[in-house]
């Protein structure tokens, strides 16, 4: 068993921890395994596009303990290739691959596997959860004709319902307002072969849970590139951005309008995250700016500057999570306060670590 608590806080300097990410198998029996993964953080390692190290490490909220690769030492198999992301619903977790195409379905709090979902997925993406359903976002720009979907499954036995089918685009996909918020255009792919590039146009899609299908299609001001899409308090917000500026659109599904914030003279917005009613936006530069919501005052200079291949970025309960990741060996996940940006931790996470998610 690949587990290793990270040593407490109090015995190392500068706050500073680590934890072992070694592939090797540590001896263990099943009592050995933690009973509960609750208070704390999932971190997200997607593993390598040819190899099977996608795994999910574990990390507690009091930042004193974790655990890497919980999903394999829990159900005794390999997770796969590449975890693109989790969504968290209920009593369970939704490990969302896009190689092999698959929904490995876990219990959240011991991780034991319940299900796996493979029903008509393609380049599976992003999960969104709206009463007693669940959307996927599938996008497959190798096939003709391209895949551009938001596949609909039952929560209650996991069965396919139906496909939304979208134009261009179908990424990063939100619950806001009783409605189902889709990034249907954006950040650019690739420009070699088999790929197409990515459409750099300006909308997201409001699907309708009661009926399943696109209700209608928000239109964004053609300023830069769509970077983010997230959900906060039940409002879906936007990034764009562009060489010169970064904007913050507030999306009213019931009516289809927006609001617009400019952030003035921060260019390449590329994550945009909301904790305590405060945004955190990530830029092309690995800043890291900080300014409450409710103000239009552009912060002049940023909270704190990352390094390395900034991969992983999220803010949960005061904290900055950001992970320089690597695809062939451990990745390293930096741990930082928000009140002034000091570094709280650092550890080894997995193969390509990618996101981080309360549990």
Do not use: W
């Not at 099977?52 to 394999?72: E, K, Q, R």
């Not at 976002?137 to 496909?163: G, L």
């Not at 879906?236 to 914030?261: E, P």
């Not at 550890?347 to 390509?352: E, K, L, R, S």
Request: hydrophobic fraction near 35%; glycine fraction near 8%.
């Amino acid at each position: 068993m690949n587990i290793r608590k990270i040593l407490p806080l109090a015995l190392l300097s500068a706050l500073l921890f680590s934890v072992s990410c070694s592939n090797d198998i540590d001896l263990g029996t099943e009592t050995n395994l933690p009973t509960s993964y609750e208070k704390g953080v999932l971190i997200a390692n997607e593993g390598g596009f040819t190899t099977p190290t996608a795994d999910v490490s574990f990390l507690s909220n009091t930042l004193t303990y974790g655990y890497n690769n919980i999903y394999t030492n829990t159900n005794k198999e390999e997770l796969g290739k590449v975890l693109q992301s989790i969504g968290l619903n209920g009593d369970r977790a939704y490990l969302v691959s896009n190689i092999p195409n698959k929904i490995d379905i876990v219990n959240r709090t011991n991780f034991k596997k319940t299900a796996t979902v493979t029903a008509n997925l393609d380049n599976a993406r992003y999960i969104a959860f709206s009463g007693d359903k669940y959307y996927v976002t599938n996008n497959n720009f190798a096939t003709v004709p391209n895949v551009r979907k938001v596949n609909v499954y039952n929560v209650s036995d996991n069965a396919f319902v139906t496909s939304v089918n979208f134009p261009r685009y179908a990424e990063k996909i939100v619950a806001a307002e009783g409605n189902i918020i889709v990034q249907t255009d954006g950040v650019g792919y690739a420009t070699t072969a088999p790929y197409a590039a990515y459409p750099t146009g300006y909308t997201v899609t409001v699907v309708k849970p009661s009926t399943n299908t696109a209700d209608q299609t928000i239109t964004l001001p053609s300023k830069g590139i769509i970077r983010d899409l997230i959900s906060y308090n039940g409002i879906a917000y936007v990034l764009a951005s562009d060489d010169a500026d970064s904007y913050i659109y507030k999306i009213n599904s019931a009516a289809g309008t927006y609001t617009t914030t400019t952030i003035t003279g921060i260019p390449q917005g590329l994550k945009l995250r909301a904790d305590n009613d405060t945004f955190y936006l990530l830029t092309g530069s690995k800043a890291v700016f900080k300014m409450s919501m409710n103000s239009t005052v552009v912060p002049n200079v940023p909270l704190l500057s990352l390094f390395g291949n900034v991969y992983g970025f999220d803010v949960i309960d005061n904290k900055i999570y950001a992970s320089d990741a690597s695809f062939s060996t451990a990745s390293k996940v930096y741990v930082y306060d928000t009140a002034g940006g000091n570094l709280l931790a650092n550890f080894n996470a997995g193969i390509g670590t990618n996101g981080f998610y309360k549990n």
